[in-house]
């Protein structure tokens, strides 16, 4: 049976604007705040760690081969190595694998026995953001201390990304993400053709696609312990970075002291197939959020029949984006049609800070008014010292997990009962995804990791109110199995808010910390404080303001002329509490809903729209806006 996408009445988009969908299709971007918390009592002092250096697993100290963050020194504060693990661990005199590791040594004279170990998203990214984030300054210092107050901290490349030998990253598909960053259409290489040519690049190589599995990376987070000589690990991770914690309380929960996992990603759901679902529950939230907000309603009434009306303007005649590349600094028209632009909106609702600016964003949209969105993208095609997606592993783990034509007919049928904008722009990639994995070499190698997790271990469950890729309902599927979970949601949360870089990140952090320091029993009261304040862009960043009756009908063609610049903002700055936004890598105006300053956004951009990466690839823009103001 023949799978088809959904189809609107606009021409098919161009290819510069497929292009840029592509180069939007990952995970977006998080920004950051100067909020130091408190740090979680130790649990107990113990002796350092003895690595096991022969046999499988065993550690090999070395150099490191991350870009360490600003504070930290290697062999002072950080020691690095590889620890070396059976390929595949029913077969532990066979092949192996090699995973840098990196350790950070806990702040406390006395600290705990066990370690903290991060665990990233993706599937496919490298603990290359984890490293970056552990900065020991005035400025961002927040997780750093947290983390590490009590307990040394564990990063490491999952294997297939990063450092890792064998490394799966697509040599092809980072040319598309070059080429895609320069704003090129490139139509000789469509993502399922570059996929298929990256499968053959990487079989010629010998890579056995079946080792790399959820199952096999679970028992690598356990091998790191063993090697390093830990008798347990508090887990934390994020997006897929969850279902990995999953699957480690599921085969490894008595090596486990505490697990906090956030942007849940159960392995029972098939969130590959379900972006639409997950996109439309995000939009529909937030805009019944800024109707019974009074102040929100009346400066932007109407907000999805604004969005749906941009839409079917767009898609029947792009708008003339012209964006600044960063690299050459030459201005770059791509066409923007309907698609592209729910794309947009759909990584956006990645970061927590930026949702309090989107009904202004959407409302300047229908009048195709995009001077904040060509403000605000050259700061995301900037690249600082990040590794690319390893596709070859995303798709390894994907595809292990039965993407069935079941599951995807499935998924089709629920996407009847979405939003078709929605529809249209993000089903066709889960189509996409299915087309992919029915020739990847790992297809259905790791059934093991498509039932719920059934476990005892003391978890934490945080789920950001907009996630648009792993929905709050996401959250409370995985506790059904949980004995011992407390499953939250932060309210104006977008993905992956655990990071202490703005209000929401900062709130899930503290849950993390406290579920740290009392296994099983998180102090979630931070939520309560959690309001979002919507607020209209500032002047530097979005021009002139939009009118206040923005819905334009389907019909309405693009009019690049901004509206007038009224008096005065519709809507006020927000108070010192909650989430009041903050604008990635461009001065800000007002009270930004944090206590300590501006903040960056993306750095890294990924291409496949599913990933569920940390949301925290909004370093290198974050670290420029601090050298620039906050110094």
């Known amino acids: 049976m023949t799978v088809s996408a959904p189809s609107h009445p606009a021409d098919h ?220 690990l508090n887990v934390v991770g994020g997006s897929y970075g969850s279902a990995l914690g999953l699957a480690v309380i599921r085969d490894y929960s008595k090596y486990v002291r505490s697990n906090s996992i956030v942007s849940i990603a159960p392995l029972q759901s098939a969130w590959f197939f379900e972006p639409p679902q997950s996109f439309h529950h995000s939009l529909t939230a937030f805009f019944a959020d800024c109707a019974s907000k009074a102040d929100c309603n009346a400066a932007y009434p109407n907000l999805q029949a604004a969005y749906q009306g941009t839409v079917a303007t767009l898609n029947k005649a792009p708008y003339p984006l012209k964006v600044k590349d960063p690299a050459s600094g030459q201005i770059v028209t791509v066409p923007l049609d309907g698609d ?95 087309t992919i994995c029915q020739s990847w070499p790992s297809l259905n190698a790791d059934m093991k990791s498509t039932t719920a997790v059934v476990s005892d271990a003391p978890t934490v469950l945080i789920n950001g109110q907009f996630d648009p890729i792993t929905p709050p309902n996401y959250g409370a599927l995985a506790k059904e199995t949980l004995s011992n979970a407390v499953n939250v949601t932060l309210p104006g949360g977008g993905h992956s808010a655990i990071l202490p870089f703005d209000p929401v990140g900062t709130c ?21 404080a959690l309001v979002t304040t919507y607020r209209a862009l500032p002047p530097a960043i979005g021009g002139p303001a939009p009118s206040p009756t923005p ?32 604008l990635p890598g461009l001065p800000n105006t007002g009270d930004g809903g944090s206590t300590g300053g501006n903040s960056g956004g993306s750095a890294n951009w990924l291409i496949v729209l599913p990933f569920l990466a940390l949301a925290a690839i909004g370093v290198a823009p974050a670290r420029r806006l601090i050298r620039r103001y906050a110094r």
């Not at 959407?362 to 690319?388: G, H, K, Y």
């Open 551 to 582: 819905s334009p009908s389907p019909s309405a063609s693009p009019v690049p002329t901004p509206s007038p610049m009224p008096s005065s903002s519709p809507i006020p700055s927000p108070p010192p509490t909650g989430n009041g936004g903050v």
């Open 508 to 528: 899930g952090f503290a849950i993390t910390i406290t579920n740290i320091a009392n296994p099983g029993k998180p102090d979630t009261s931070c939520t309560s």
């Open 340 to 434: 592209t632009y729910t794309n947009l909106l759909f990584q956006f609702f990645y970061a927590s800070s930026i949702i309090p600016f989107m009904p202004d964003m959407i409302t300047r949209s229908a009048q195709m008014n995009f001077v904040w969105l060509e403000n605000i993208l050259p700061q995301f095609l900037e690249s600082e010292n990040e590794d690319p997606i390893a596709m070859g592993m995303h798709f390894s783990i994907v595809c292990s997990a039965d993407p069935s034509k079941a599951r995807l007919d499935a998924a089709i049928e629920a996407d009847k009962s979405v939003l078709p904008e929605v529809r249209a722009a993000l089903e066709p990639q889960s189509i996409d995804y299915y």
């Open 13 to 232: 988009p161009s290819f510069a604007g497929r292009a840029i969908r592509l180069l939007l299709f990952g995970s977006f971007l998080w920004t950051l705040c100067f909020t130091a918390l408190p740090a979680a009592p130790a649990t107990a002092a113990a002796a350092a760690p003895t690595p096991i250096t022969t046999g499988v697993p065993r550690f090999e100290a070395g150099p490191c081969v991350y870009t360490l963050a600003e504070g930290q020194t290697e062999g002072k504060t950080v020691s690095c190595g590889t620890v070396v693990v059976a390929a595949k661990h029913n077969n532990p005199t066979g092949p192996t694998i090699r995973i840098p590791v990196a350790v950070y040594k806990a702040i406390s004279a006395t600290p705990a026995a066990e370690a903290t170990i991060l665990l990233t998203g993706g599937p496919g990214q490298s603990g290359q953001i984890f490293n970056t984030v552990m900065e020991n300054s005035a400025q961002a210092s927040a997780f750093y201390k947290g983390t590490a107050a009590n307990n040394d901290v564990i990063v490491f490349d999952q294997r297939g990304t990063g450092k890792s030998e064998p490394s799966l990253v697509c040599a092809e598909m980072s040319g598309m993400i070059t080429k895609s960053l320069y704003l090129q259409a490139f139509a000789d290489s469509p993502f399922v053709t570059a996929m298929a040519r990256c499968r053959d690049d990487l079989a010629k190589k010998g890579v056995d696609f079946s080792a790399y599995t959820t199952t096999e990376n679970a028992a690598d987070v356990n091998d790191i312990r063993i090697a390093l000589g830990y008798p347990a």
